[in-house]
């Protein structure tokens, strides 16, 4: 097996309906409720073949096929593990080929890889984890995208880098006040604004980006209020907001949300996206995701 970069493809799996705006270990998810990774392809090896040379994958690390023809991503196998909200928020990017693009708490280093391998964006990732970010390196050179990604292993707050086209960011979304905090480092970090609350990012943001850059994040519905007065307070103004449900009869659970750097007031809702069509099955649209991090055009 030599994992490379590609398209996306189709999923064949056995989807769960879940709480996809994050997703706990292999153990505590039970193989396919993990279902935005399709499956641990290996975890008996300690070698794997790159194109630059031999990866090494640690005994706590898995790695796992991403629903894009030869690319794969490493993850922990205990803690935070992505989910569809990393492929959803990866569509929802709107940036030309090209475009020079900062994720924001990149983590495993997912969405780095889908843009930079699906979208041909040149990526910087910021993560404070130092594992992260040596893990998420080695993915990059899995891939091969080292040309494309670059991963700096610093905290957003004292990163001083160049300006970018655009800010995408899965961030923590739990007020400390709220909820229970993982005794797990990293989940804690990834739900619990315990390094980086929503202000501070949003302050960040405005200064990583170029004048008129766009901003990105996927977010928890019910944090939606917070969000927006906090992007205004920052400066970055929203622009487009597209609610993704389970199911058409269930609420909406995530909210996916651009914001422009300086930008005029007018917010377009879009029209919402179904992630099931029925249970265990994926509707087209989420299906087109997969295939090719694209959202229909009326989307």
Same mark, same amino acid.
């Given at each position: 097996? #030599?994992?490379?970069?590609?398209?996306?493809?189709?999923?064949?799996?056995?989807? &769960?309906?879940? *709480?996809?705006?994050? $997703?706990?270990?292999?153990?505590?998810?039970?193989?396919?409720?993990?279902?935005?990774?399709?499956?641990?392809?290996?975890?008996?090896?300690?070698?794997?073949?790159? &194109?630059? +040379?031999?990866?090494?994958? %640690?005994?706590?690390?898995?790695?796992?096929?991403?629903?894009?023809?030869?690319?794969?991503?490493?993850?922990?196998? %205990?803690?935070?593990?992505?989910?569809?909200?990393?492929?959803?928020?990866?569509? =929802?990017?709107?940036? $030309?080929?090209?475009?020079?693009?900062? *994720?924001?708490?990149?983590?495993?280093?997912?969405?780095? !890889?889908?843009? $930079?391998?699906?979208?041909?964006?040149?990526?910087? @990732?910021?993560?404070? %984890?130092?594992?992260?970010?040596?893990?998420?390196?080695?993915?990059?050179?899995? $891939? @091969?995208?080292?040309?494309?990604?670059?991963?700096?292993?610093?905290?957003?707050?004292?990163?001083?880098?160049?300006?970018?086209?655009?800010?995408?960011? #899965?961030?923590?979304?739990?007020?400390?006040?709220?909820?229970?905090?993982?005794?797990?480092?990293?989940?804690?970090?990834?739900?619990?604004?315990?390094?980086?609350?929503?202000?501070?990012?949003?302050?960040?943001?405005?200064?990583?980006?170029?004048?008129?850059?766009? =901003?990105?994040?996927?977010?928890?519905?019910?944090?939606?209020?917070?969000?927006?007065?906090?992007?205004?307070?920052?400066? !970055? &103004?929203?622009?487009?907001?597209?609610?993704?449900?389970?199911?058409?009869?269930?609420?909406?659970?995530?909210?996916?949300?651009? +914001?422009?750097?300086?930008? @005029?007031?007018?917010?377009?809702?879009?029209?919402?996206?179904?992630? =099931?069509?029925?249970?265990?099955?994926?509707?087209? &649209?989420?299906?087109?995701?997969?295939?090719?991090?694209?959202?229909?055009?009326?989307?």
């Amino acid at each position: 097996m #030599n994992p490379r970069r590609g398209r996306c493809i189709k999923k064949r799996m056995a989807p &769960e309906e879940k *709480d996809f705006i994050s $997703a706990g270990s292999p153990e505590e998810v039970g193989g396919a409720g993990d279902y935005a990774a399709r499956e641990t392809v290996i975890a008996g090896e300690d070698a794997l073949p790159g &194109e630059t +040379g031999i990866i090494r994958r %640690q005994e706590d690390e898995t790695l796992d096929s991403l629903a894009c023809s030869g690319l794969y991503v490493l993850q922990k196998k %205990q803690g935070y593990r992505y989910s569809l909200d990393a492929y959803l928020l990866s569509a =929802f990017v709107d940036e $030309a080929p090209g475009s020079e693009v900062v *994720d924001v708490g990149s983590g495993s280093g997912v969405l780095s !890889i889908l843009l $930079a391998a699906v979208k041909d964006h040149r990526v910087t @990732g910021v993560e404070v %984890q130092h594992d992260m970010a040596e893990m998420s390196q080695r993915s990059v050179e899995l $891939a @091969g995208l080292q040309d494309r990604v670059r991963i700096v292993h610093a905290d957003v707050r004292e990163y001083r880098g160049q300006r970018f086209d655009a800010v995408v960011t #899965n961030p923590p979304y739990r007020p400390l006040s709220t909820g229970r905090i993982s005794r797990d480092q990293g989940r804690a970090m990834a739900r619990h604004e315990i390094s980086l609350d929503l202000e501070t990012l949003l302050a960040c943001s405005y200064e990583l980006l170029k004048p008129g850059g766009r =901003f990105y994040l996927v977010y928890p519905a019910w944090r939606l209020p917070d969000l927006i007065v906090t992007m205004r307070a920052g400066r !970055i &103004e929203p622009k487009r907001a597209k609610f993704v449900h389970s199911t058409p009869s269930s609420s909406a659970e995530i909210v996916l949300v651009s +914001g422009l750097k300086d930008g @005029g007031k007018e917010l377009k809702v879009c029209s919402p996206f179904f992630v =099931f069509a029925r249970q265990g099955v994926y509707t087209k &649209e989420m299906e087109s995701v997969f295939r090719a991090l694209k959202l229909p055009k009326s989307h």
